[in-house]
């Protein structure tokens, strides 16, 4: 008996070690800070999420207890009523640490018990230093250049601040792989471009696509932390909007590439598929439709989105069906208005090379700034057998409001129509706040 009591308890107490090893404990001691709560969040893509509201212990003292360790990732001490706020690393084990810091001085942070984090305020203290050494030869270089000398120091020394730099960044990577700080440093080294030769133009593409091929190199799209840091949301959105031909085709592609890249970290994945379905949801460019469509039928409609429920799929699958047929490319799907005589104009039988078919509104701001080019447009190019196809979008007993301005905007030479009913909305989903609706050709 007296055996098994001891295996019990030596049992016993391996649980409890492995229990205390799995928990995380973190104290902060704020100088000059009246206030009496602290807020802990966490970075999410474009986000801050909030994960606790801690209550003073005594002026300046706060505690983060959690029995179970957080998703690694960078968090955030926020201080009211500024919400200035010191960030920490938060890994995959159990850790117990403090940090000591002034409410007036967010820079100067000193950590106890946990060496990422004391390595990672290390090196925020070693950027400081040589940035402002940077900022002091900038100042310089300009100088000179304003006064047409030049500075060989100045810039001997920023050239020499580089290399110490880059030299600190190797040996955090080297000490810490795999860990938060390792991710933060390597994501955030920047290409080394290759040297390229032949003329300047052709060298600037060379750099342009290379640069753009192995623009993710640096980060690792697996890391759990990953979602949880400031700069993946800067780097993607980057890479979205800077980097890539803003087209639809080119767009469609690229966000293949991302998500692709992004498949092996579930957390990523699922939130950058639905951060790229809202953003062209709404449609502030002309042809951003095509990217909603894509994204619907290739991995919604696919079943790449399991956390999504039934009825929001089918709503998915309802607005790209609609927006389908009117894709630019497309021919537009067959439509009868009507003219203020309410004779009927069916599209199909429109006669002409080309027929531009242009929904607007009397109250309109966008059509009212654009019509006068769009009346140029017809004027220049209607005795090449171009044909204007007019459908005011104003319905019910609005629609008697769609003539006097016809006159009043120079659109008499076009067919113009309406339709009270707006049946034509069966066919064509039309938003008049929505640009890629406005304009829209039709070729035969």
């Not at 802990?40 to 003073?56: E, H, P, S, W």
């Not at 409410?103 to 942070?109: H, I, P």
């Not at 980057?238 to 966000?255: A, E, F, G, R």
């Not at 039928?297 to 696919?302: A, H």
Request: with cysteine; glycine share 4%.
């Amino acid at each position: 008996m007296k055996n098994i009591t001891v295996a019990c308890l030596l049992l016993f107490s391996l649980f409890q070690n492995i229990v205390i090893s799995q928990t995380l404990s973190v104290s902060f001691d704020v100088k000059n800070y009246v206030n009496d709560t602290v807020i802990i969040g966490n970075y999410y893509g474009d986000k801050n999420l909030v994960k606790d509201t801690l209550v003073a212990k005594s002026k300046g003292k706060f505690v983060w207890n959690q029995d179970t360790i957080p998703a690694p990732g960078v968090y955030l001490a926020l201080l009211k009523p500024d919400n200035t706020y010191v960030q920490f690393l938060i890994g995959d084990k159990g850790e117990k640490f403090s940090m000591e810091f002034d409410a007036n001085d967010l820079l100067d942070v000193k950590v106890k018990g946990s060496p990422e984090n004391m390595a990672f305020y290390k090196y925020l203290s070693f950027l400081k230093d040589k940035r402002t050494v940077a900022d002091t030869m900038k100042a310089r270089l300009d100088r000179a250049k304003a006064s047409n000398t030049t500075d060989k120091v100045s810039q001997g020394v920023l050239d020499q601040l580089d290399k110490e730099v880059k030299k600190h960044q190797s040996d955090i990577v080297e000490q810490y792989p795999g860990s938060i700080i390792w991710l933060l440093i390597r994501s955030n080294i920047d290409i080394e471009l290759p040297e390229f030769t032949g003329p300047e133009d052709t060298i600037r593409y060379k750099r342009y696509y290379y640069y753009k091929d192995h623009y993710f190199d640096n980060i690792d799209p697996k890391h759990p932390a990953l979602i949880r840091t400031p700069f993946i949301h800067q780097k993607i959105d980057y890479y979205i909007t800077k980097l890539v031909n803003q087209q639809p085709d080119s767009l469609i592609k690229s966000l293949d590439l991302v998500l692709h890249w992004l498949e092996p970290n579930g957390e990523a994945y699922r939130f950058y598929l639905a951060d790229f379905l809202n953003r062209y949801a709404q449609m502030k460019m002309v042809g951003q439709d095509a990217l909603y469509v894509h994204l619907v039928d290739n991995y919604y409609s696919k079943g790449k989105a399991t956390w999504v429920s039934k009825e929001n799929l089918d709503k998915m699958k309802e607005n790209s069906d609609e927006l389908r047929p009117i894709l630019i490319g497309k021919i537009m799907p067959d439509i009868t208005t009507y003219k203020e005589d309410g004779s009927p104009v069916r599209l199909s039988d429109i006669k002409s090379p080309h027929t531009v078919v242009i929904f607007w509104a009397p109250d309109c701001g966008h059509c009212q700034k654009v019509m006068p080019d769009v009346v140029k447009f017809f004027n220049n190019n209607k005795d090449k057998g171009l044909k204007m196809l007019g459908i005011c979008t104003k319905g019910g007993d609005k629609t008697a409001t769609c003539w006097p301005a016809v006159k009043e905007k120079g659109m008499e030479g076009f067919i113009n129509t309406a339709d009270e009913y707006s049946r034509y909305n069966m066919k064509v989903r039309i938003n008049p706040l929505q640009k890629s609706s406005f304009l829209m050709k039709r070729r035969r």
